[in-house]
């Protein structure tokens, strides 16, 4: 029996569902002559949305004006997705829904309340660019316009973060007729006011207008108002890269409205919105006029603007430019590795060639040459030694050096930076495999890459200091054995150095 009930109810829920989809107010009116309690089952079957709310997303105003008649409570519930009634059909543009709402119900009390992340009627109107609904709803309940959401937004954030002008100009009317122009200069959680974002996101005819419009709102306008990150709208300005002369446009008119920038003394350029009717003048003549010069004051100091600045700068940002940074200097150095400079192009082993002519059966005599593999542990000390004997191989092994170091500490910083992040093992394995196939191509050892990662994995001292000590101990045996002097005394050290390995 209770299944049965179950059933019948989920029943006539969905039909008052469809009645409500359909707008069929005489299908309504059954199914409650048949049910009499429909309107409550479906409140506990369907808690998530009621009627009242397909038939607002569905246009149907009469269907919701029944509904609101008859369970007058629902136009407070929220659906799903957090969202009433009132605010349905504030974004969707049914002013006359909006209307009938308003006026069944408490206007007040209806219109403030807040749904999904602290938002009101007003901004759901103000974000989808319904100009009638921000109309109908101020004429209603003017206060309104001061709701802010949980994210410290105005509707007029809304508007602008949208692109919808139009309602913006409305809101800005509506501020001069409520006598409300200060809530031009409300910011969100940022310390972001409309101006801010309006530089930020190069929103030119907003720009335009704010500092355009009558004298009500550009007299409340604060111009070198700061964020919480202690920048005006200037140095957002400053920050924004110029990519066509729209924007560049846009600089010249906060330049010429009396923006400055937040390390210049306030007495240098206004720090209210426009200190006189000359400022206001020259804003509204901008095509007519002349840029004019920077002050003194204002020059900047462009190397110490553009260094990291934590107050300022996001550290998501500057991790992206680490990690670009660092993955351009690992590309570099990783192919200067295995196909280096003309100069330090490591050739044929001469040694191959010694044994090619023994075969044939000339006689070999050694040759200096800079290009001769050995192992990548004696790499420093042969660099260091040799290039204190003065001698021509000194330079490819710094170069081999100094291009290893800088591979190595490139990978660090992606290591470090990339710590926390998915496929972290794969990551490692191909950042581990690089080093040990660059090792193997630079130097020619099997045994190099191994070495090379182990002196990322932090063993690099270690492996140059055993390697230079057993370098110096056999360069004194080879010194003791040879008593030839100058060039031919070191093509024979040379060679037999590079028989050697630890």
């Given amino acids: 029996m209770n299944l049965l009930q179950g059933s019948e109810m989920e029943e006539d829920s969905r039909l008052l569902f469809e009645a409500a989809l359909a707008g069929n107010v005489s299908a309504l009116h059954q199914l409650i002559h048949d049910n009499p309690l429909i309107l409550p089952h ?93 109309d109908e709803l101020l004429s209603s309940w003017r206060d309104c316009i001061l709701d802010v959401t ?42 972001n006011t409309v101006l801010h974002l309006a530089v930020s996101m190069k929103r030119h005819e907003f720009v335009q207008l704010l500092l355009r419009n009558s004298t009500s709102i550009a007299c409340k306008l604060e111009l070198n108002a700061k964020n919480l990150k202690g920048l005006t709208a200037m140095d957002i300005m400053d920050i924004l890269v110029l990519e066509n002369p729209s924007d560049a446009h846009l600089q010249k008119i906060l330049q010429r409205a009396g923006t400055i920038r937040a390390g210049l003394d306030a007495n240098s350029a206004s720090s209210t919105p426009f200190a006189s009717q000359l400022q206001h003048d020259a804003v509204l003549n901008i095509t007519n006029s002349q840029e004019p010069p920077l002050m003194e004051s204002e020059k900047k100091d462009w190397i110490k603007h553009f260094r990291f600045q934590q107050e300022r700068d996001s550290p998501s940002d500057t991790r992206n430019v ?14 200067a590795g295995v196909s280096p400079p003309g100069h330090y192009r490591r050739e044929e082993n001469p040694m191959d060639s010694a044994e090619k002519c023994n075969a044939t059966g000339k006689a070999f005599s050694p040759s200096p040459s800079p290009y001769e593999r050995h192992s990548p542990a004696i790499t420093v000390g042969l660099g260091a030694l040799l290039g204190n004997l003065g001698t021509q191989f ?42 040990f196939a660059y090792g193997w191509k630079a130097i020619g050892d099997g045994e190099t890459g191994i070495e090379l ?26 010194q003791h054995m040879h008593d030839q002097k100058g060039e031919s005394k070191m ?10 390995t630890i």
């Fill in 42 to 134: 479906s409140a506990l079957i369907s808690p998530r949305e009621n009627p009242l709310h397909i038939a607002t997303k569905a246009g149907h105003l009469d269907f919701a004006q029944e509904m609101l008649r008859l369970r007058p409570e629902s136009v407070e519930e929220v659906d799903r997705y957090g969202f009433r009634p009132l605010d349905i059909a504030s974004a969707l543009g049914h002013t006359e829904i909006v209307k009938m709402i308003m006026m069944m119900r408490n206007g007040n009390e209806i219109c403030g309340m807040k749904g999904r992340d602290g938002r009101t009627a007003i901004h759901y109107a103000a974000l989808n660019g319904k100009v009638e609904v921000i």
């Fill in 453 to 478: 990662v182990m002196q990322v994995r932090g063993a690099n001292g270690r492996l140059i200091q055993q390697g230079t000590s057993e370098l110096y101990r056999k360069v004194l045996q080879e």
């Fill in 491 to 500: 093509n024979v050290l040379y060679w037999r150095l590079c028989k050697c």
């Fill in 394 to 435: 000194a330079a490819s092994e710094f170069f081999l050096l100094g291009n290893s170091l800088g591979l190595a500490a490139s990978l660090c910083v992606i290591i470090y930076l990339t710590d926390g992040f998915p496929f972290q093992r794969e990551l490692h394995i191909s950042i581990y495999s690089m080093l």
């Fill in 150 to 191: 949980s994210l410290g937004e105005t509707a007029l954030h809304l508007s602008l973060k949208f692109y919808k002008f139009e309602a913006f100009r409305t809101l800005i009317k509506w501020l001069e007729i409520l006598g409300l122009e200060e809530l031009v200069n409300s910011s969100d959680e940022d310390g």
């Fill in 322 to 335: 680490l990690l670009v940074v660092a993955a351009l200097i690992a590309t570099v150095t990783f192919q």
